[in-house]
Every structure is written in structure tokens, then in C-alpha cells.
């Protein structure tokens, strides 16, 4: 997905910049980067990240930048922030989202025969030199973000560091979040609200879906107010936030507790103890086994201070070495239990299926799963869920096939809880993965953890409704 932090005061702001940006560590893939702005000289430096920690590519980096203002950017894909130089002024841009129609944009462009883009490795379009571009055309920043906002199709959350001030814009419809932060003499805006209390700011205010303001070291200004429709992303509290974050003022863990006594609510299975697959799955797992009264155990412990995060690696053969690598089983804990685990979602199956052959191995008697969203059927079309999956790889998606035939394409009846076809498909993804038993959290229940009426929420990826823009 991908996480921005930007900062503005009246003194060197660079330590926060770098710890700021570190809080977005968890939202990353590929690549991660600063850039300050010190009486109008810009200073940036970029890293790959896929294999080591952001700390520790930059910490030699930061006595090297000061001023009193910058952003910094945890990308899943492109080298940023890009350093643009336009009738603008200069500038440096950060975002995060995904430009579905990147390719006619830039044909579109290139049509005025005075406008380049650099190519990636892999020939793909830099997206946010691409946004770049798209602000370029315009006579000032605002109505340039606002043109950006207006022919991308997917999303796009930005900041934009001048020389003047930080111009802070949230995605059209609200997919990802952008809060501001005030602290003694000092502004900050942030996707993770957990870069806030450590650094001492507070939250000062919530940008609506589409909302522009520009932070200075007096204040901030709103330039765009927010519009009517928000569809902010579901997946944020289930997996992609921070357990400490809040979006729309909505705490990620009691979200995830939430989930996790609900799916409690909805069962009667009789287990020794639950365990959440860690670390997205704890909270989900607590709530759950408050909610029951049954024990919470570990059979699985965690080692991450050589082992990043799963996802990071594009290659899918490392991503399940690392994934494997990190778990360490408990027998003690394992042998002769039967054991209920709270996972915040499948989505190709292949991790958990070394995971529970691995129980299996340790002598678990039983093995229940209990996803906190429902089955994942459609391919996110407004954020980097991930380049590297397909939806025809999804385990939902498999299950149908398997059911259906290559040529299937009328989901509906499987994206709803407890028609036949639900259940058909839920039983084949039981059966592929050997699990005892297998229960999805229902949308409805989803929906109420979360605790947004569902027209404020995007639910795409589980029942393809909201605007696809």
C-alpha cells in the first residue's frame, strides 16, 4: 500500500521526519524516502527497503539533511519522492495509491510532444512522476492536484513539499487516511496516526475524502474541501493498520477485538485454546477468546529481528521462506490440543498451508480457522493491495473455479454469506488447506466492528460493490 509522513516548523524537523516516516515501516514493499527543503534547496535520498529495515538504510542519511520542513514516503513500488522543477517552482512529491489508467494518461500527454517520463525497470510508468506531470499542466497546485484527483482512475493521496509549505491532499474518495498533527511549534501530516504519540503530537484534524490543505509553519490552510462520498478501505482495520492507528477517529485494535468476539458470537465449537496467527491476527484472536472464555495461547511465536514482514519480498518463493522462517512453533503448546486461530484474512492459501502442516507435524489434534473478513473474491481495483497477486489466484477464487469451470463469471451468489454457493466454496477452501473447520467473518459483522455505516466503507474486494473509479 504504501505510507506518507510530511512535516513543517520553525526549527530542524528531520528527526521527526525520519521517525515519522520509520512508523510506516509496516505499509512498504519496495522502497523508502525523504526529502527536506531548506530555504528553498531541496536534499532527498531514496533506498530500497525489501530487505532491510528503513532505520537502518537512512539513520546516516539524516545528519546529512536539515530544514525546517519535508515528507517522507514508505512506496510498494516507484522511487519517490520524485523532484519536480515546473512553472510551479520546485517541488518534491510523495504518494501513495495506484493509477490504473497510468498508460493512457501518459499517451494523452505525450501527445503535446514536449512532455517525457522516465521508464522503470520492467517498462512500467514512475506513477508519481506521472502525478507530477498531471499538476504540471496546470496554473497552480491546487487546481493541479484537483485534475489529478479528477482523471485517475484508482487513487491517489499525496503530499507535496514547496519551498513555501506542505500541500496535503487525501484520495478522492477517502481510500486511505490523512490526519494532521500538531505538537509545540510544529505540524505534521500522516497516514499512521501511531507516529504521533511518541513524537508528541496531537490530532488536530481529519482530511475529508478529496480534501487539500497546505500546512506552513503558521498553521494550515484548507484550499479543497472534502466531497460527499467516502469509501476509506475496510482492509485498513483488519490487516494493513497499525494496532495503535486510528482512521475516522476508529482504533485499530478494538476494531480487531471487535471482529474477534463477533466471530466468537456466531460459533459453537468446542476447542482448548485460541491463538491468533501473529502479529495481524493477535488482536482478532484476543477478541475472540475474551468473548468465548477460552484460553489464549502462543503455539506459534514470532522472531523478527532478522525476518521482515512476510509480503515485502515480490518474489512469492522468498515471501513463503520468510514467512516460514519467522513462525517458530511451541509443541507443548501444539500436541494433543485442539486449537482455534483467528487470521485477518486468505488470501492464496500457500502460507497457511505450510502453517498447518506444520501444527500437523507438532501433533495439533484439530485445527480451526477463523478469518476476520470474508472471502477475498475481487482484485482491490483502488489500492496497491499487491502487484504480485492475481485475483484468479485468490483461494475464493480457485474454490469457484474448481466449482464452476474457467469461464465463470456471476460471483454474486458466492460473495454472499450462507447461500449454497457460499458454502460450496468455503467447504472446497476447508478441504484444499486440511482444516477441521473453516468459518468467514460475515460482511455484516464486519461492518459493525468497524462501526461506519457500510456506504462509508469500501467492501469491494469481498462483494465488488462501491463506485469503480
Known sequence: MGGLFGVIGRKNCTTDLFYGTDYHSHLGTKRGGMAVCNEGTFKRYIHNIENAQFRSKFEFDIIKMSGPAGIGVISDFEDQPVLMRSHLGQYALATVGIIRNAEELARTAFIQRRIHLSEMRGGDI??????????????????????????????????????????????????????????????????????????????????????????????????????????????????????????????????????????????????????????????????????????????????????????????????????????????????????????????????????????????????????????????????????????????ARMAIREIEGEHFTDFDRYARAGSDEYEAMVEKIRSRLYLTSLRYQRLEDLVTAIGLPKEQLCTYCWDGSGPVV
Not at 273 to 287: C, K, Q, V
Not at 345 to 362: E, F, H, N, W, Y
Request: charged share 20%.
Open 126 to 395: 514512475n506513477a508519481t512522476e506521472l502525478v507530477g506531470m498531471l499538476i504540471n499542466q496546470e496554473d497552480s497546485f491546487v487546481a493541479g492536484i484537483q485534475k489529478v484527483q479528477e482523471l485517475i482512475e484508482g487513487s491517489c493521496s499525496l503530499l507535496l513539499l514547496t519551498p513555501e509549505g506542505i500541500y496535503a491532499a487525501r484520495d478522492r474518495y477517502g481510500r486511505t487516511p490523512l490526519i494532521l498533527g500538531r505538537s509545540d511549534g510544529r505540524l505534521a501530516v500522516t497516514m499512521e496516526t501511531c507516529a504521533f504519540p511518541n513524537l508528541d503530537y496531537t490530532i488536530e484534524h481529519s482530511l475529508g475524502p478529496g480534501e487539500i490543505v497546505f500546512l506552513t509553519r503558521n498553521g494550515f490552510e484548507q484550499k479543497a474541501p472534502p466531497g460527499d462520498t467516502l469509501q476509506i478501505c475496510s482492509f485498513l482495520w483488519v490487516y494493513y493498520g497499525y494496532p495503535a492507528s486510528e482512521y475516522e477517529g476508529i482504533n485499530v485494535e478494538v476494531v480487531r477485538n471487535r471482529c474477534g468476539a463477533l466471530l466468537a458470537e456466531q460459533d459453537h465449537i468446542e476447542v482448548d485454546a485460541i491463538a491468533g496467527i501473529p502479529d495481524s491476527g493477535t488482536g482478532h484472536g484476543l477478541g475472540y477468546a475474551s468473548r468465548a472464555g477460552i484460553p489464549y495461547t502462543r503455539p506459534f511465536v514470532k522472531y523478527t529481528p532478522t525476518w521482515p514482514r512476510s509480503f515485502m519480498p515480490q518474489n512469492q518463493a522468498i515471501r513463503d521462506l520468510v514467512a516460514k522462517m519467522k513462525l517458530i512453533p511451541v509443541e507443548e503448546l501444539i500436541r494433543g490440543k485442539r486449537l482455534l486461530f483467528c487470521e485477518d484474512s486468505i488470501v492464496r492459501g500457500t502460507q497457511l498451508q505450510d502453517t498447518i502442516s506444520r501444527l500437523k507435524a507438532s501433533g495439533a489434534k484439530e485445527i480451526h480457522m477463523r478469518p476476520a473478513c470474508p472471502p477475498l473474491i475481487y482484485n482491490c481495483k483502488f489500492l496497491n493491495f499487491s502487484r504480485s497477486t492475481s485475483e484468479f489466484d485468490y483461494a
